[in-house]
């Protein structure tokens, strides 16, 4: 009996153990990338990615080959899609590695066009973006985790998202973006990212979003106007 006992504990642990970090391993190679080559305010050292881009392709290939299904958890798949248009957009820009801005590519398109497969589908960046992760996960958060690899975009985060990790840092994305610099917030008058303008059917009332973050309390009938979007490319100087 008590073997029995033992084993059935054993058993519960490991599952537990898998279940709490279900897509760590898949998602290690891209953290340490990250961490090698992305600073802390989310510039991008892209010359010194390039030499390691064998070590991206080989994740984004890893990526193709488990593409989260029904059964995965929302955790598990949201990090996953993270990852994979933050990481695809990283492998854009070294494709075309120098450039100076993301909106050089593709005659100011570069969203638009299927190269990515995933699976036995083909995917552009706006298909992971406006056909899976927003109508499906139905998160303004998300906005200030993905990255179009420009300076008035929200930072690269210098590490991976995974199932664990996922919502302390979208939080905490989210509440860096808007107190940072790249929103001026007054009590009754706001100057904000385009990205409040451009999604704005995801947040709603945008005054009562930024209110839950934001330092400074911000009036309902605030007046607000949105700052010029800098496309220039993230890189590190």
């Given at each position: 009996m008590k073997i029995i006992l033992t084993i059935l504990m054993t058993f519960s642990s490991v599952c537990f153990a898998q279940k709490s970090k279900p897509d760590d391993g898949?998602?290690?190679?891209?953290?340490?990338?990250?961490?090698?080559?992305?600073?802390?305010?989310?510039?991008?050292?892209?010359?010194?990615?390039k030499q390691d881009e064998n070590i991206l392709d080989k994740y984004l290939n890893?990526?193709?080959?488990?593409?989260?299904?029904?059964?995965?958890?929302?955790?598990?798949?949201?990090?996953?899609?993270?990852?994979a248009y933050n990481a695809f957009t990283l492998k854009l820009?070294?494709?075309?590695?120098?450039?100076?801005?993301?909106?050089?590519?593709?005659?100011?398109?570069?969203?638009?066009?299927?190269?990515?497969?995933?699976g036995s589908k083909?995917?552009?960046?706006?298909?992971i973006e406006n056909d899976i992760i927003r109508p499906v996960h139905k998160d303004a958060r998300i906005h200030?985790?993905?990255?179009?690899?420009?300076?008035?975009?929200?930072?690269?985060?210098?590490?991976?998202?995974?199932?664990?990790?996922?919502?302390?840092?979208?939080?905490?994305?989210?509440?860096?973006f808007i107190?940072?610099?790249?929103?001026?917030?007054?009590?009754?008058?706001?100057?904000?990212?385009?990205?409040?303008?451009?999604?704005?059917?995801?947040?709603?009332?945008?005054i009562t979003f930024i209110n839950r973050y934001s330092k400074t309390k911000i009036s309902n009938n605030a007046l607000i106007s949105y700052k010029e979007y800098n496309w220039n490319l993230n890189k590190s100087k």
């Open positions: 898949l998602h290690q190679p891209f953290d340490n990338l990250l961490q090698k080559y992305v600073r802390t305010t989310g510039q991008v050292d892209y010359s010194g990615l890893d990526l193709s080959k488990n593409v989260p299904d029904n059964s995965s958890g929302r955790n598990v798949s949201l990090a996953y899609w993270i990852n820009i070294l494709e075309n590695y120098p450039v100076k801005s993301i909106n050089d590519l593709y005659k100011g398109k570069p969203w638009d066009v299927k190269w990515i497969n995933l083909k995917y552009s960046l706006n298909n200030f985790v993905l990255n179009c690899a420009a300076v008035s975009c929200p930072p690269l985060l210098n590490k991976a998202f995974t199932a664990n990790n996922l919502e302390a840092l979208m939080e905490s994305r989210t509440r860096n107190n940072s610099t790249a929103n001026e917030l007054g009590s009754t008058k706001v100057k904000i990212s385009k990205v409040f303008d451009w999604y704005k059917k995801d947040f709603g009332d945008v």
